[in-house]
């Protein structure tokens, strides 16, 4: 089952320009992740963010978690054209006061950074 | 440090044959994963290994699918017989921690069923 719903289903930039993808979810989760996958290759892990964080940054990526809204974005700062993935958002649910310790993915945003 | 290693890259047979897929994990990785990718979509859990018990095998379709992590380290994914709607990308992952923390996957193994 698919828990995060990711938007834009696909994005395409000019190299320099900013990019922006949100995720939403549907339960109380432990943290959220983002990974970015290029094609035909296996995921990568950028970021992770707490259910008790609401702003994080790695190097040109910024990651904001509303837990209220159920939603976070991904930023990509100054694009470049190796930028050009699929990004994942990928939630922890919570049930109860556990940690379930699955990872569930959304359908993911393509990027297309053109140089 | 090697990543996680998974074999075949690639995998075609005609449908109603068995295939297996193969994961080694990170060194030290005590939670192993395997995920299936459909082309366009995310990757969906099909069993999760904390050492060699399968903690999580909910969404494992178990009347052709099989798993086993003996010893805690390597595993092996099995379908049998493999049917037409089983052409997908088996990724492979693991993590140093139980629950919930990064994973790290694998190149994945996709397989095309004839």
């Known amino acids: 089952s698919q828990q995060g719903e990711e938007d834009p289903q696909a994005l395409s930039i000019q190299e320099g320009e900013n990019a922006t993808m949100n995720c939403s979810y549907k339960?109380?989760?432990?943290?959220l992740q983002w990974y970015r996958q290029n094609s035909g290759r296996g995921l990568v892990h950028l970021i992770l963010?707490?259910?008790?964080?609401r702003e994080k940054h790695s190097g040109r990526l910024r990651v904001t978690l509303d837990t209220s809204k159920k939603s976070s974005s991904l930023l990509i700062t100054a694009s470049r054209a190796a930028d050009t993935a699929s990004y994942f958002c990928?939630?922890?649910?919570?049930?109860?006061?556990?940690?379930?310790?699955?990872?569930?993915f959304g359908q993911g945003t393509t990027l297309q950074v053109k140089p | 440090e090697a990543g996680v290693v998974q074999s075949p890259r690639y995998k075609i047979i005609e449908k109603k044959q068995p295939v297996a897929f193969w994961c080694n994990p990170i060194?030290?990785?005590?939670?192993l994963y395997w995920y299936l990718q459909n082309l366009g979509q995310g990757p969906e859990l099909l069993i999760r290994?904390?050492?060699?018990?399968?903690?999580?095998d909910s969404q494992l379709p178990k009347d052709r699918f099989s798993a086993e992590r003996l010893k805690g380290v390597d595993s092996t994914l099995k379908i049998q017989p493999a049917e037409l709607g089983d052409s997908a990308v088996y990724l492979c992952?693991?993590?140093?921690?139980?629950?919930?923390?990064?994973?790290?996957f694998g190149e994945g193994s996709r397989l095309t069923v004839l």
């Open positions: 290994y904390e050492n060699e018990e399968a903690v999580d």
């Open positions: 963010i707490r259910s008790n964080e």
């Open positions: 060194s030290g990785h005590n939670t």
């Open positions: 992952a693991s993590s140093l921690m139980a629950a919930g923390g990064e994973l790290f």
């Open positions: 990928a939630t922890v649910p919570t049930y109860g006061s556990s940690n379930t310790g699955k990872l569930i």
């Open positions: 339960t109380s989760i432990n943290n």
